[in-house]
């Protein structure tokens, strides 16, 4: 089972972009890489997908180098309302592991 | 409107009495599981299901319960609730399987076992 990690916590500030690496050294073939955006007392939500190189859409962008032991999610501009818990998951067959996830504080 | 639903959102209960947490979805997808989530743990998977009559053990399935008789219901059983139980706990579904699959999430069973 390929096991996640990334950093605990980031702060930022309005407007910026900001980076989140999630490590997953033992990544399978088949996997995929998921990220998951979770506000207190709601469950978590889907944000992005991606198997190789780059993926966007409306909200984030994720990239995924080649040999795919790490993935990168880039939230441009952020906003105060993208505070919130965020998670990497990476498949392996059907027991899906959230990580502690890396806490994201947007300040104004 | 996609969604995943839970009933009850809020339970207060005591050790030992049986309490049955509900969980639908009406994207007719394939794929439910279980989370309980607690402060610095993260989200902990119980129990999932690949389709009906299909189960199987998460990473933390003591004292739980669950069953899939039908495609859109996957209720979670806790025959004889403990105060460890008290937890946070999220139903979420997917087509197929999460690993290529958005999950979608439901809000949320607060639950207090006394």
């Known amino acids: 089972l390929a096991k996640t990690t990334q950093p605990i916590s980031m702060d930022s500030y309005e407007g910026q972009e900001v980076n989140i690496t999630c490590s997953h050294n033992?990544?399978?073939?088949?996997?995929?890489i998921t990220w998951y955006q979770q506000f207190p007392s709601q469950g978590p939500r889907f944000i992005i997908q991606g198997y190789k190189t780059k993926v966007t859409n409306e909200v984030a962008s994720l990239f995924i180098p080649a040999d795919r032991k790490s993935s990168t999610l880039s939230l441009p501009r952020v906003s105060l309302s993208d505070t919130a818990v965020y998670y990497c998951l990476v498949g392996d067959g059907n027991d899906m592991r959230f990580g502690a996830g890396t806490r994201l504080t947007v300040k104004p | 409107e996609a969604q995943v639903t839970q009933n009850p959102r809020y339970l207060i209960t005591v050790t030992g009495k049986k309490l049955t947490v509900t969980c639908s979805q009406n994207?007719?997808?394939?794929?439910m599981s279980w989370y309980r989530q607690d402060p610095g743990l993260g989200l902990r998977q119980i129990y999932y299901s690949m389709n009906v009559e299909v189960t199987d053990k998460g990473d933390v399935p003591e004292g739980y319960k669950v069953s899939r008789k039908e495609k859109r219901n996957f209720p979670l059983i806790l025959e004889s609730p403990s105060p460890n139980q008290t937890s946070l706990y999220f139903c979420?579904?997917?087509?197929?399987?999460?690993?290529?699959?958005?999950?979608?999430f439901g809000p949320g069973t607060r639950l207090t076992v006394l």
């Open positions: 033992n990544i399978a073939t088949n996997d995929y």
């Open positions: 994207m007719n997808h394939e794929y």
């Open positions: 979420a579904s997917s087509l197929f399987g999460p690993d290529s699959d958005t999950q979608y």
